[in-house]
């Protein structure tokens, strides 16, 4: 399953490579979009499986009798699910800098935003993957459930964050993109421990 | 006639009486705009609609809370009845919204805007919330998930408030200027639109929650039936 991830974000960054090669933008300033969307949609097919597949296996049964919290099992499949996500996004940061010839930003920044983001969008994405796996159409479902909630919040501060690291940004002006994802992720983490219960109590 | 029958339709007669009231000194009662001419009368029914849509998106997180609090299907209820109202309304703003900024600023839609993105935003997770709805087989399940993902929703608007920095105004504000290009027959005018839209909404979220409540007598119903014959 990892393996068709990791070639499914490859594909995203070809199709962008190749966008590039018939129109000329400066890829400089789109870096940060091209990466953040290549994230967002293969974080997506991560996150799609994590409650659905409990319930197609029937192992959820198993789960829910096991004499642990819900909030237990959201923190474990929290866990499992960043580490998936970050090995994803770490992968794409390499292919992206063997596709597009940028120069080398600040690494350490950028790998900062990127794991600060990456909390933000597990966090809340495994909460709206368990809603989306009580649904019928779950696959599509996902995406549309996820796209306004997380798009308008952690993503478009990743963003703009990632931009001014290309646009070669030091520390000090990305303070406040750094709190304000910062302060998402603690609300996601926050909001999903406390409703977790509701979503997968039967 | 029940009780709740009559105060639902005098909430609709009240509604359309202030409606063509409204309609009567939007066009010909008040002034028009010294700047923006005639166009400028498609605002008082916008800021109506809009106001309607936060009233009842905010509506929708307050059921949400007490569904989860109360476990009574009544609030899950009310919180989608109101949910689908304030869309229609929401709809409502942005398309009459779109239709003024074409006139004044020459585009339909300015994104840096922030009342237009938060608008935006809010329309977005609502839309969301009823794809959500229609996708999940009645019970108490449903009112569940549907109760945790409107009050998720409605805590990323100011989330994505705090997350949308590019603060331009190009948006008139309308407090501000009241005492201003606003004249005293516009204010009017504004509070008449705004009153016949209120009572619009409180009218049909009464019909709309009669109605949900009804459905589930009625699947009530089919399952004992069922039952029988099982």
């Given amino acids: 399953m990892i393996n068709s991830m990791l070639i499914l974000s490859l594909m995203i960054l070809a199709s962008f490579r190749f966008i590039f090669k018939f129109i000329d933008f400066s890829e400089t300033e789109l870096a940060s979009p091209i990466l953040w969307i290549t994230f967002f949609f293969s974080g997506m097919f991560a996150l799609a499986p994590i409650y659905q597949r409990e319930v197609e296996q029937g192992t959820k049964e198993g789960l829910m009798l096991a004499p642990i919290s819900a909030s237990s099992i959201y923190f474990g499949k929290f866990l499992a699910t960043f580490i998936i996500i970050l090995g994803l996004n770490l992968f794409s940061t390499v292919v992206f800098f063997a596709f597009f010839a940028q120069p080398m930003p600040d690494m350490v920044l950028l790998l900062g935003i990127i794991v600060l983001g990456t909390i933000g969008f597990t966090a809340l994405g495994n909460l709206i993957s368990a809603i989306s796996a009580n649904l019928s159409q779950s696959q599509v479902m996902l995406p549309v459930l996820l796209i306004p909630i997380l798009l308008f919040t952690v993503i478009m501060t990743s963003v703009e964050a990632t931009f001014q690291i290309f646009d070669g940004a030091v520390l000090a002006d990305l303070s406040n993109g750094i709190k304000l994802i910062l302060a998402f992720d603690i609300i996601f983490v926050a909001s999903g421990y406390l409703m977790i219960d509701y979503i997968i109590e039967e | ?230």
């Fill in chain 2, 1 to 230: 006639m029940t009780k709740k029958n009559i105060l639902t339709i005098i909430m609709l007669l009240a509604s359309a009486a202030l409606t063509f009231t409204g309609l009567y000194m939007a066009f010909l009662w008040a002034p028009t705009h010294d700047t923006m001419g005639d166009v400028q009368r498609i605002f008082y029914f916008h800021v109506a609609s809009a106001w309607v849509s936060y009233l009842a998106f905010g509506i929708t997180l307050l059921g949400s809370l007490l569904y989860l609090k109360t476990n009574n299907m009544k609030y899950d209820i009310l919180a989608y009845s109101s949910a689908e109202i304030g869309v229609v309304f929401c709809t409502a703003a942005i398309i009459t919204g779109a239709l003024w900024a074409k006139g004044v600023w020459g585009v339909f839609w300015i994104w840096d805007d922030m009342k237009l993105f938060m608008t935006m935003v809010l329309w977005l997770v609502f839309i969301a919330y009823l794809a959500l709805r229609s996708n999940s087989d009645p019970g108490k399940a449903r009112a569940r998930i549907s109760a945790v993902f409107g009050i998720i929703g409605f805590l990323c608007i100011p989330l994505s408030f705090a997350a949308n920095r590019i603060w331009t105004q190009f948006h008139p504000t309308v407090i501000a200027s009241e005492g201003g290009s606003l004249q005293t027959t516009m204010v009017q005018t504004l509070v008449t639109a705004v009153f016949a839209f209120t009572f619009l909404y409180l009218g049909i979220l009464m019909m709309k929650t009669d109605l949900e409540i009804t459905k589930e007598e009625l699947e009530e119903i089919k399952q004992e039936i069922g039952d029988l014959d099982g």
